[in-house]
Every structure is written in structure tokens, then in C-alpha cells.
């Protein structure tokens, strides 16, 4: 058990390492001097210098406050702790929209105790809002408003409002389960990113759908919907900290719906 005094050292930590990537990252964001690199040699996996210098803004603030701690970001790996704390980065999530001027990316910090993360935050530097989730409480932050985070009820798909990044979900199989499920739903959106799951655990949409993700791409969203009181699983039901298929839903009765049509 974490005590008190703990989570609040620890949800310290972590909002001084939000605030060292918004400087990071606000540096860069709409500039016309941003230049972007590639990771894949065939498609496309864009990073930039932004998401480099985030990670290691963020990186500074653990050797200096929690070097016992182990990490691991999106951009530089696995560092190797003592403690049995994993501290689970993704400087930016959401290059894509990042490059193209959208304010739908998002600063990611996840904190793994060995089974999943029990604490996380989802940042939006542009906008200035803090989605932090942990320890059995949400709240979301801007300046000096502060409220509650809470998923909102939805009793079937047919109410649901369901979100994904990408049109194309996975592999073809993949997509073809998620369009099952969308064509169940009252209305689906695309390309949040992080956002998207942000907003579920602020009670605006019902459902998050998706494939192929990294633990770093999950792990401070899972922190935030749950202690928002919604819930988060891979496709079968089981734990999604580890990243693959990805389902986040407010009310679990819509979970479970879902989950029904993604596994016929």
C-alpha cells in the first residue's frame, strides 16, 4: 500500500516532469522550422526534435528526483531501475497531428508497480489541460480550474459515442471487428489520439477502440480512465498494459457489449 505522503511525492514528480515536456514541447509545436524524420523504411513514423527533447526533459527530472527508478520512454528505451517502479514515457503521442498543427497530441506519463500503472497522467501543453489519474481518483486541471474526472453512464451501444485514431485499425481482421462494432454505435470519431481517451475519462464519449499500440501509448490513460471509474482491457477482456488491442469504455455495460462483437 502506497501511503499518502507517498502518492502526493509521487504525483510530484510526475507533474514536474508534465511541466519540463511542455516547455519541451511548446518550443516546437506550429513552427515552421520543425523537421521531421522518419523511423520506418517503408510507411511512416514521424519523431522530431520535440519529441526527443521531451523525453529527455523528462528523463532530467527522474535522475534528479527518483534515480532508483526504472524507465521506459518511446524514444530512448529501457533504463534500468532498483526500486520495482517503472516510469512508462511517450514524449509525444500523436506526432502526426503534432506536425500537422493539430492540438489533438498529447504528453503521456504512466507509473507500472509491476502489474499495470497506478498512476498516470495525459497532458495537453497547447491547451494547457492536465488529465491526472491515480490511486482511485481522477481530476483534470487548466490554470487555476480543478475538477473531478468522471466517465459518464451508457446503457447500450446504440447511445455510444466511439473514438479511434485511425480509420484503419489494425489488420484487416482488426478493422473489420472495429467496424462491426461502429456500426452498433450511435457516432464514431477519429483521430484524437491521446485526446480521445482523455475525454472518456471527462464523461464526452463512451468508447475507445484500438490496435497495435506500445505500453508507452497506454499506460498514463489507463491510470487516468480508471480512476475516473471507467475501464480499460485488451479485446479479450484482459489486462491492455503491455499495449496490442486496446478497448476503454465509461460504463461496463458497453464494455462488455463491444467486447461481445469484437470477439465473434
Not at 512508462?88 to 506519463?109: E, M, N
Not at 483521430?191 to 475519462?201: E, F
Not at 482491457?233 to 462483437?261: C, F, M, T, Y
Request: with cysteine; aromatic share 8%.
Amino acid at each position: 500500500m502506497v501511503s499518502t505522503a507517498e502518492q502526493s511525492a509521487l504525483r510530484a514528480v510526475a507533474e514536474e516532469m508534465a511541466d519540463a515536456a511542455r516547455l519541451a514541447t511548446l518550443r516546437y509545436f506550429r513552427s515552421t522550422e520543425l523537421a521531421v524524420d522518419n523511423k520506418e523504411a517503408s510507411g511512416f513514423d514521424p519523431v522530431t526534435m520535440a519529441d526527443r527533447e521531451a523525453e529527455q526533459a523528462m528523463r532530467a527530472v527522474l535522475a534528479r528526483r527518483r534515480p532508483d527508478d526504472a524507465v521506459f520512454g518511446e524514444e530512448f528505451g529501457h533504463s534500468e531501475g532498483r526500486s520495482g517502479l517503472t516510469w512508462v514515457l511517450d514524449p509525444i503521442d500523436g506526432t502526426r497531428a503534432f506536425i500537422s498543427g493539430a492540438p489533438s497530441w498529447g504528453v503521456l506519463i504512466g507509473l507500472d508497480a509491476g502489474q499495470g500503472p497506478v498512476m498516470g497522467l495525459i497532458d495537453q501543453p497547447f491547451t494547457g489541460e492536465r488529465f491526472f489519474g491515480g490511486f482511485g481518483k481522477a481530476d483534470w486541471r487548466r490554470a487555476d480550474e480543478t475538477r473531478e474526472l468522471g466517465v459518464r453512464a451508457c446503457a447500450g451501444l446504440e447511445h455510444a459515442t466511439l473514438m479511434s485514431t485511425f480509420p484503419e485499425v489494425g489488420t484487416m481482421q482488426e478493422a473489420a471487428a472495429f467496424a462491426a462494432v461502429a456500426a452498433q454505435c450511435r457516432l464514431t470519431r477519429y483521430g484524437l489520439d491521446c485526446y480521445a481517451y482523455a475525454l472518456l475519462a471527462m464523461g464526452q464519449v463512451d468508447l475507445v477502440i484500438e490496435a497495435g499500440l506500445n505500453a508507452y501509448d497506454v499506460q498514463g490513460p489507463i491510470a487516468v480512465i480508471e480512476g475516473a471509474r471507467g475501464v480499460v482491457s485488451n479485446w479479450q477482456g484482459g489486462p491492455a498494459h503491455q499495449g496490442g488491442q486496446i478497448i476503454a469504455a465509461g460504463d461496463a455495460r458497453v464494455h462488455k457489449a463491444a467486447l461481445e462483437i469484437l470477439n465473434q
